[in-house]
């Protein structure tokens, strides 16, 4: 019998999760945010498509097979559609675009390994856009003018039953990074795109081109009807105000009145009930509902476990027939009763 499966991960910038000058060029239109990518991609074809229509900046496609006989994996290989898919830059002034080539880095392959009927495939792919970004950085030189280095590092795990499994390893601390299985269905998600971090130390021997890769963190991808939210609120008549929260800091306490419905553009958060912990929750994620349709008071405490930043429409501005149908599959509270 012989197992196959491809994962892939794309990773794209969010609109609003820049600041300083970088934000004021997206602003200015010198260049785009992304559109929230697909949540669906079906294999290398649909990647290249989605490269060609500018969707996204960089790719990481990890494509294997194993040969299983009696129950044993006999032997096992990547395919060829394994590599990085980079995108290019467009810088747009006036009537007038250049488009900048991205730098490739080489891609890193691990030698796979075998496991109790499984066997594991590890690539890192990544590199830095042609654009020149001179800025200050806390290591020698001090000054840097190139940009800084970005990459995904993907596990694939095939097992002798015909299953498979996927797992974001590390990934630059900034852009967003979007996961698929390999159903096609985005599974996994980076949590925080850290702007600040990435441009102060994602360079020279601060990636895994220097064997030092970086943790990412990895938050449970939303429900079809918060995606959906998401894009009332985010693309809807009314533009929501966008709030930044710093690591500790409370965005609702359970008891207080509130009328705003949140969304989570970037970090995480933690749910608490009676000062009992009841979940932790990630980009995409739409919070307080229940004040909205209730009593106009919280029914838990959210705390900022990270940097955070989310965007807060009023009730007025909410489709309630949908925030009543998210309601019930949250039941978040319920379920410490």
Same mark, same amino acid.
């Given at each position: 019998?012989?197992?196959?499966?491809?994962?892939? $991960?794309?990773?794209?910038?969010?609109?609003?999760?820049?600041? =300083?000058?970088?934000?004021?060029?997206?602003?200015?239109?010198?260049?785009?945010?992304?559109?929230?990518?697909?949540?669906?991609?079906?294999?290398?074809?649909?990647?290249?498509?989605?490269?060609?229509?500018?969707?996204?900046?960089?790719?990481?496609?990890?494509?294997?097979?194993?040969?299983?006989?009696? =129950?044993?994996?006999?032997?096992?290989?990547?395919?060829?559609?394994?590599?990085?898919?980079?995108?290019?830059?467009?810088?747009?002034?006036?009537?007038?675009?250049?488009?900048?080539?991205?730098?490739?880095?080489?891609?890193?392959?691990?030698?796979?390994?075998?496991?109790?009927?499984?066997?594991?495939?590890?690539?890192?792919?990544?590199?830095?856009?042609?654009?020149?970004?001179?800025?200050?950085?806390?290591?020698?030189?001090?000054?840097?003018?190139?940009?800084?280095?970005?990459?995904?590092?993907?596990?694939?795990?095939?097992?002798?039953?015909?299953?498979?499994?996927?797992?974001?390893?590390?990934?630059?601390?900034?852009?967003?990074?979007?996961?698929?299985?390999? $159903?096609?269905?985005?599974?996994?998600?980076?949590?925080?795109?850290?702007?600040?971090?990435?441009?102060?130390?994602?360079?020279?021997?601060?990636?895994?081109?220097?064997?030092?890769?970086?943790?990412?963190?990895?938050?449970?991808?939303?429900?079809?009807?918060?995606?959906?939210?998401?894009?009332?609120?985010?693309?809807?008549?009314?533009?929501?105000?966008?709030?930044?929260?710093?690591?500790?800091?409370?965005?609702?306490?359970?008891?207080?009145?509130?009328?705003?419905?949140?969304?989570?553009?970037?970090?995480?958060?933690?749910?608490?009930?009676?000062?009992?912990?009841?979940?932790?929750?990630?980009?995409?994620?739409?919070?307080?509902?229940?004040?909205?349709?209730?009593?106009?008071?919280?029914?838990?405490?959210?705390?900022?476990?990270?940097?955070?930043?989310?965007?807060?429409?009023?009730?007025?501005?909410?489709?309630?027939?949908?925030?009543?149908?998210?309601?019930?599959?949250?039941?978040?509270?319920? $379920?410490?009763?």
């Amino acid at each position: 019998m012989r197992v196959e499966a491809t994962a892939v $991960s794309l990773s794209w910038i969010p609109s609003d999760s820049l600041t =300083g000058g970088l934000k004021v060029g997206m602003d200015l239109r010198l260049s785009h945010w992304d559109d929230p990518l697909p949540d669906r991609v079906a294999g290398p074809d649909e990647v290249d498509r989605l490269c060609r229509d500018d969707r996204f900046r960089f790719g990481n496609l990890l494509s294997a097979w194993a040969e299983v006989e009696g =129950g044993e994996i006999r032997d096992a290989g990547l395919h060829e559609d394994s590599r990085l898919v980079m995108g290019a830059t467009t810088v747009t002034i006036g009537p007038l675009g250049a488009t900048f080539r991205a730098v490739s880095l080489p891609t890193l392959q691990r030698q796979p390994v075998h496991e109790d009927g499984s066997v594991r495939f590890v690539q890192t792919v990544g590199g830095r856009t042609g654009v020149p970004l001179p800025r200050p950085v806390p290591h020698p030189p001090f000054v840097r003018w190139q940009a800084p280095t970005v990459w995904t590092t993907l596990a694939l795990t095939l097992r002798a039953d015909g299953t498979s499994e996927v797992e974001l390893v590390g990934a630059s601390a900034f852009p967003r990074h979007w996961v698929y299985d390999a $159903s096609g269905a985005v599974s996994l998600k980076s949590g925080l795109a850290d702007q600040g971090r990435w441009m102060a130390h994602s360079f020279g021997d601060r990636t895994p081109w220097a064997d030092r890769d970086r943790e990412a963190m990895v938050v449970a991808v939303e429900s079809e009807l918060e995606r959906q939210l998401s894009h009332d609120i985010m693309r809807g008549a009314h533009r929501p105000e966008v709030r930044q929260l710093p690591e500790g800091l409370e965005l609702t306490r359970q008891g207080e009145p509130g009328d705003e419905l949140y969304l989570v553009l970037d970090g995480l958060v933690r749910v608490d009930v009676d000062g009992r912990p009841l979940a932790e929750l990630g980009p995409g994620a739409v919070l307080g509902e229940r004040a909205l349709l209730e009593d106009g008071r919280r029914t838990s405490t959210v705390t900022a476990i990270t940097p955070l930043r989310v965007a807060a429409a009023p009730r007025d501005q909410v489709d309630l027939d949908k925030l009543r149908l998210l309601a019930e599959t949250h039941h978040r509270e319920d $379920s410490l009763a």
